[in-house]
C-alpha cells in the first residue's frame, strides 16, 4: 500500500475565523503574501490564533466523530464530512514523510519536526495548546488507516514532547484515518495524506516539571 | 573541514550555557537546525541501521550508538554531537525560568510559574531585565 506520504506543506493556507472583524488581521497568513519568511515564522504565524472564543474540540471528541464517521459505508465522495468546525481553529498542514506502512518518521522530515517544536517554544505560542492529527488518503483499509494515522500521529506526538522538549500536557494526538479527507472527489489524491496541527486555546498555568 | 566545523559549532553551543553576558545572538541552535543536522550526516545510515524507530525517547539516538562501528565516518563523527546541540537548546530553554525567577516576579506580576506568558512579558520588559536574565533569552533562542 502506497498510502499516507503527507501531502506538501500549506502552511496557514487553512487558517480560517467566523468573525468577519478579525478578518483584516489575517491577511499576512495568505502564503502569497510578498514577505518571505523563513519555515518557522510560517508555522508560528499559522499556528497563532486571534480570537479567544475557538470551539472546545477535545482528542477525544474528534476521536469518537471519526469511529462514528465510519459507519457511512459507500464510497468517500458519497460519504458526509466530519461535523466539526475545525476551519475555525488557527491551524497549519504540514508534510511529514513516514516511512511505508509504518509509523517510522523518515529522516528527511526531521528538520520539519524540529521547526514546528521551534514554532512551539516561541513565545508568541508557549501559552497555548495543539492538537496533531494524522489523515490517510483512501486507499487500503479504513481500519488499518484509522491505526496507522493514530500511530503516526502518536509518533510525531512522542518526537515533540520528549526530543524536542514541548511540554507533553500542551499536546494531544488524533488519528483520523481516511474519516476526513481534504478532496473528497479525489479520495486517493496526495493532498488528502497530510498532517494537521490545530491551535486548541490556552494551556494555562502548568506546574514547573 | 566540515566535521571539524561541525564540532566547533557543538562545543560553542555547550558553551553557550555557561555564558552569563554574551552577544546579542543565540548560542544554542534552533531544534530545526539540530534535527536537520542529524538527517543530512545519519540519514542513510538510520534508513539502514535503525529502521522502522522514531527520534523520540531517543530511540534513534540509541540505535546509532549500538551500531557505532557500522555508521559512516561522517554520522560517526556526528552524531553524538548533534544530540548534544539538542540537549543544550533544551537546558537553555529551561534555565531561563531560573536566571530570570527574579526579574519575573518584579516585571510580570501576576504571572505564575508554568505561565506560557512569562518569557513574553520577560521580553515586552527587555529594556529592563537585568543583563543575565536578558543573555539566558538570547542564548534560549528567545531573543531579538
Known sequence: MTMFRYAKTRLG????????????????????????????????????????????VSAEALRGLAQAHMKYTGPPESRPPLAVQLD????INVEIVFD?????????????????????HNPV????????????????????????????????????????????????????????????????????????????????????? | MRFAGLALAAVLALAGGQLAVGPAKAQTVSYAQAAGLLA???????????????????AVGNCLAQNAAQLTPACAANHAGIRE??????AAQK?????CDRDAAQFCPGLVPGDGNIVSC???????????????????GYGQ
Open chain 1, 13 to 56: 493556507a487553512a487558517l480560517l475565523l467566523a468573525g468577519t472583524a478579525v478578518v483584516p488581521a489575517l491577511v499576512g497568513v495568505q502564503p502569497a503574501a510578498a514577505q518571505v519568511f523563513t519555515p518557522n515564522a510560517q508555522i508560528v504565524q499559522g499556528l497563532q490564533t486571534s480570537v479567544d472564543d475557538v470551539p472546545q
Open chain 1, 100 to 120: 511505508l506502512n509504518s509509523a517510522m518518521i523518515k529522516p528527511e522530515s526531521y528538520r520539519t519536526l524540529g521547526s514546528i517544536a521551534d514554532a512551539m
Open chain 1, 88 to 91: 475555525q481553529l488557527a491551524q
Open chain 2, 40 to 58: 543530512q550526516h545519519c540519514g542513510g545510515d538510520i534508513m539502514k541501521h535503525c529502521r522502522g524507530l522514531n527520534l523520540g525517547n531517543n
Open chain 1, 125 to 209: 505560542l508557549l501559552g497555548y495548546k495543539f492538537l496533531v492529527v494524522g489523515n490517510t488518503d483512501a486507499t487500503g483499509t479504513r481500519e488499518l488507516n484509522m491505526k496507522l494515522s493514530q500511530e503516526r500521529s502518536d509518533a510525531v506526538v512522542e518526537a515533540l514532547s520528549t526530543t524536542f522538549r514541548v511540554d507533553p500536557r500542551r499536546l494531544q494526538s488524533v488519528g483520523l484515518g481516511e474519516e476526513a479527507l481534504q478532496d473528497p472527489k479525489h479520495p486517493d489524491a496526495a493532498i488528502n495524506r497530510r498532517v494537521q496541527i490545530f491551535n486548541v486555546g490556552r494551556a494555562g498555568a502548568l506546574a514547573q516539571q
Open chain 2, 85 to 90: 546541540m539538542t540537549e543544550a537548546r533544551a
Open chain 2, 122 to 140: 520577560l521580553l515586552e520588559a527587555s529594556k529592563v531585565v537585568s543583563a543575565t536574565c536578558t543573555a539566558s533569552l538570547v542564548n534560549a
Open chain 2, 95 to 99: 534555565q531561563v525560568y531560573k536566571t
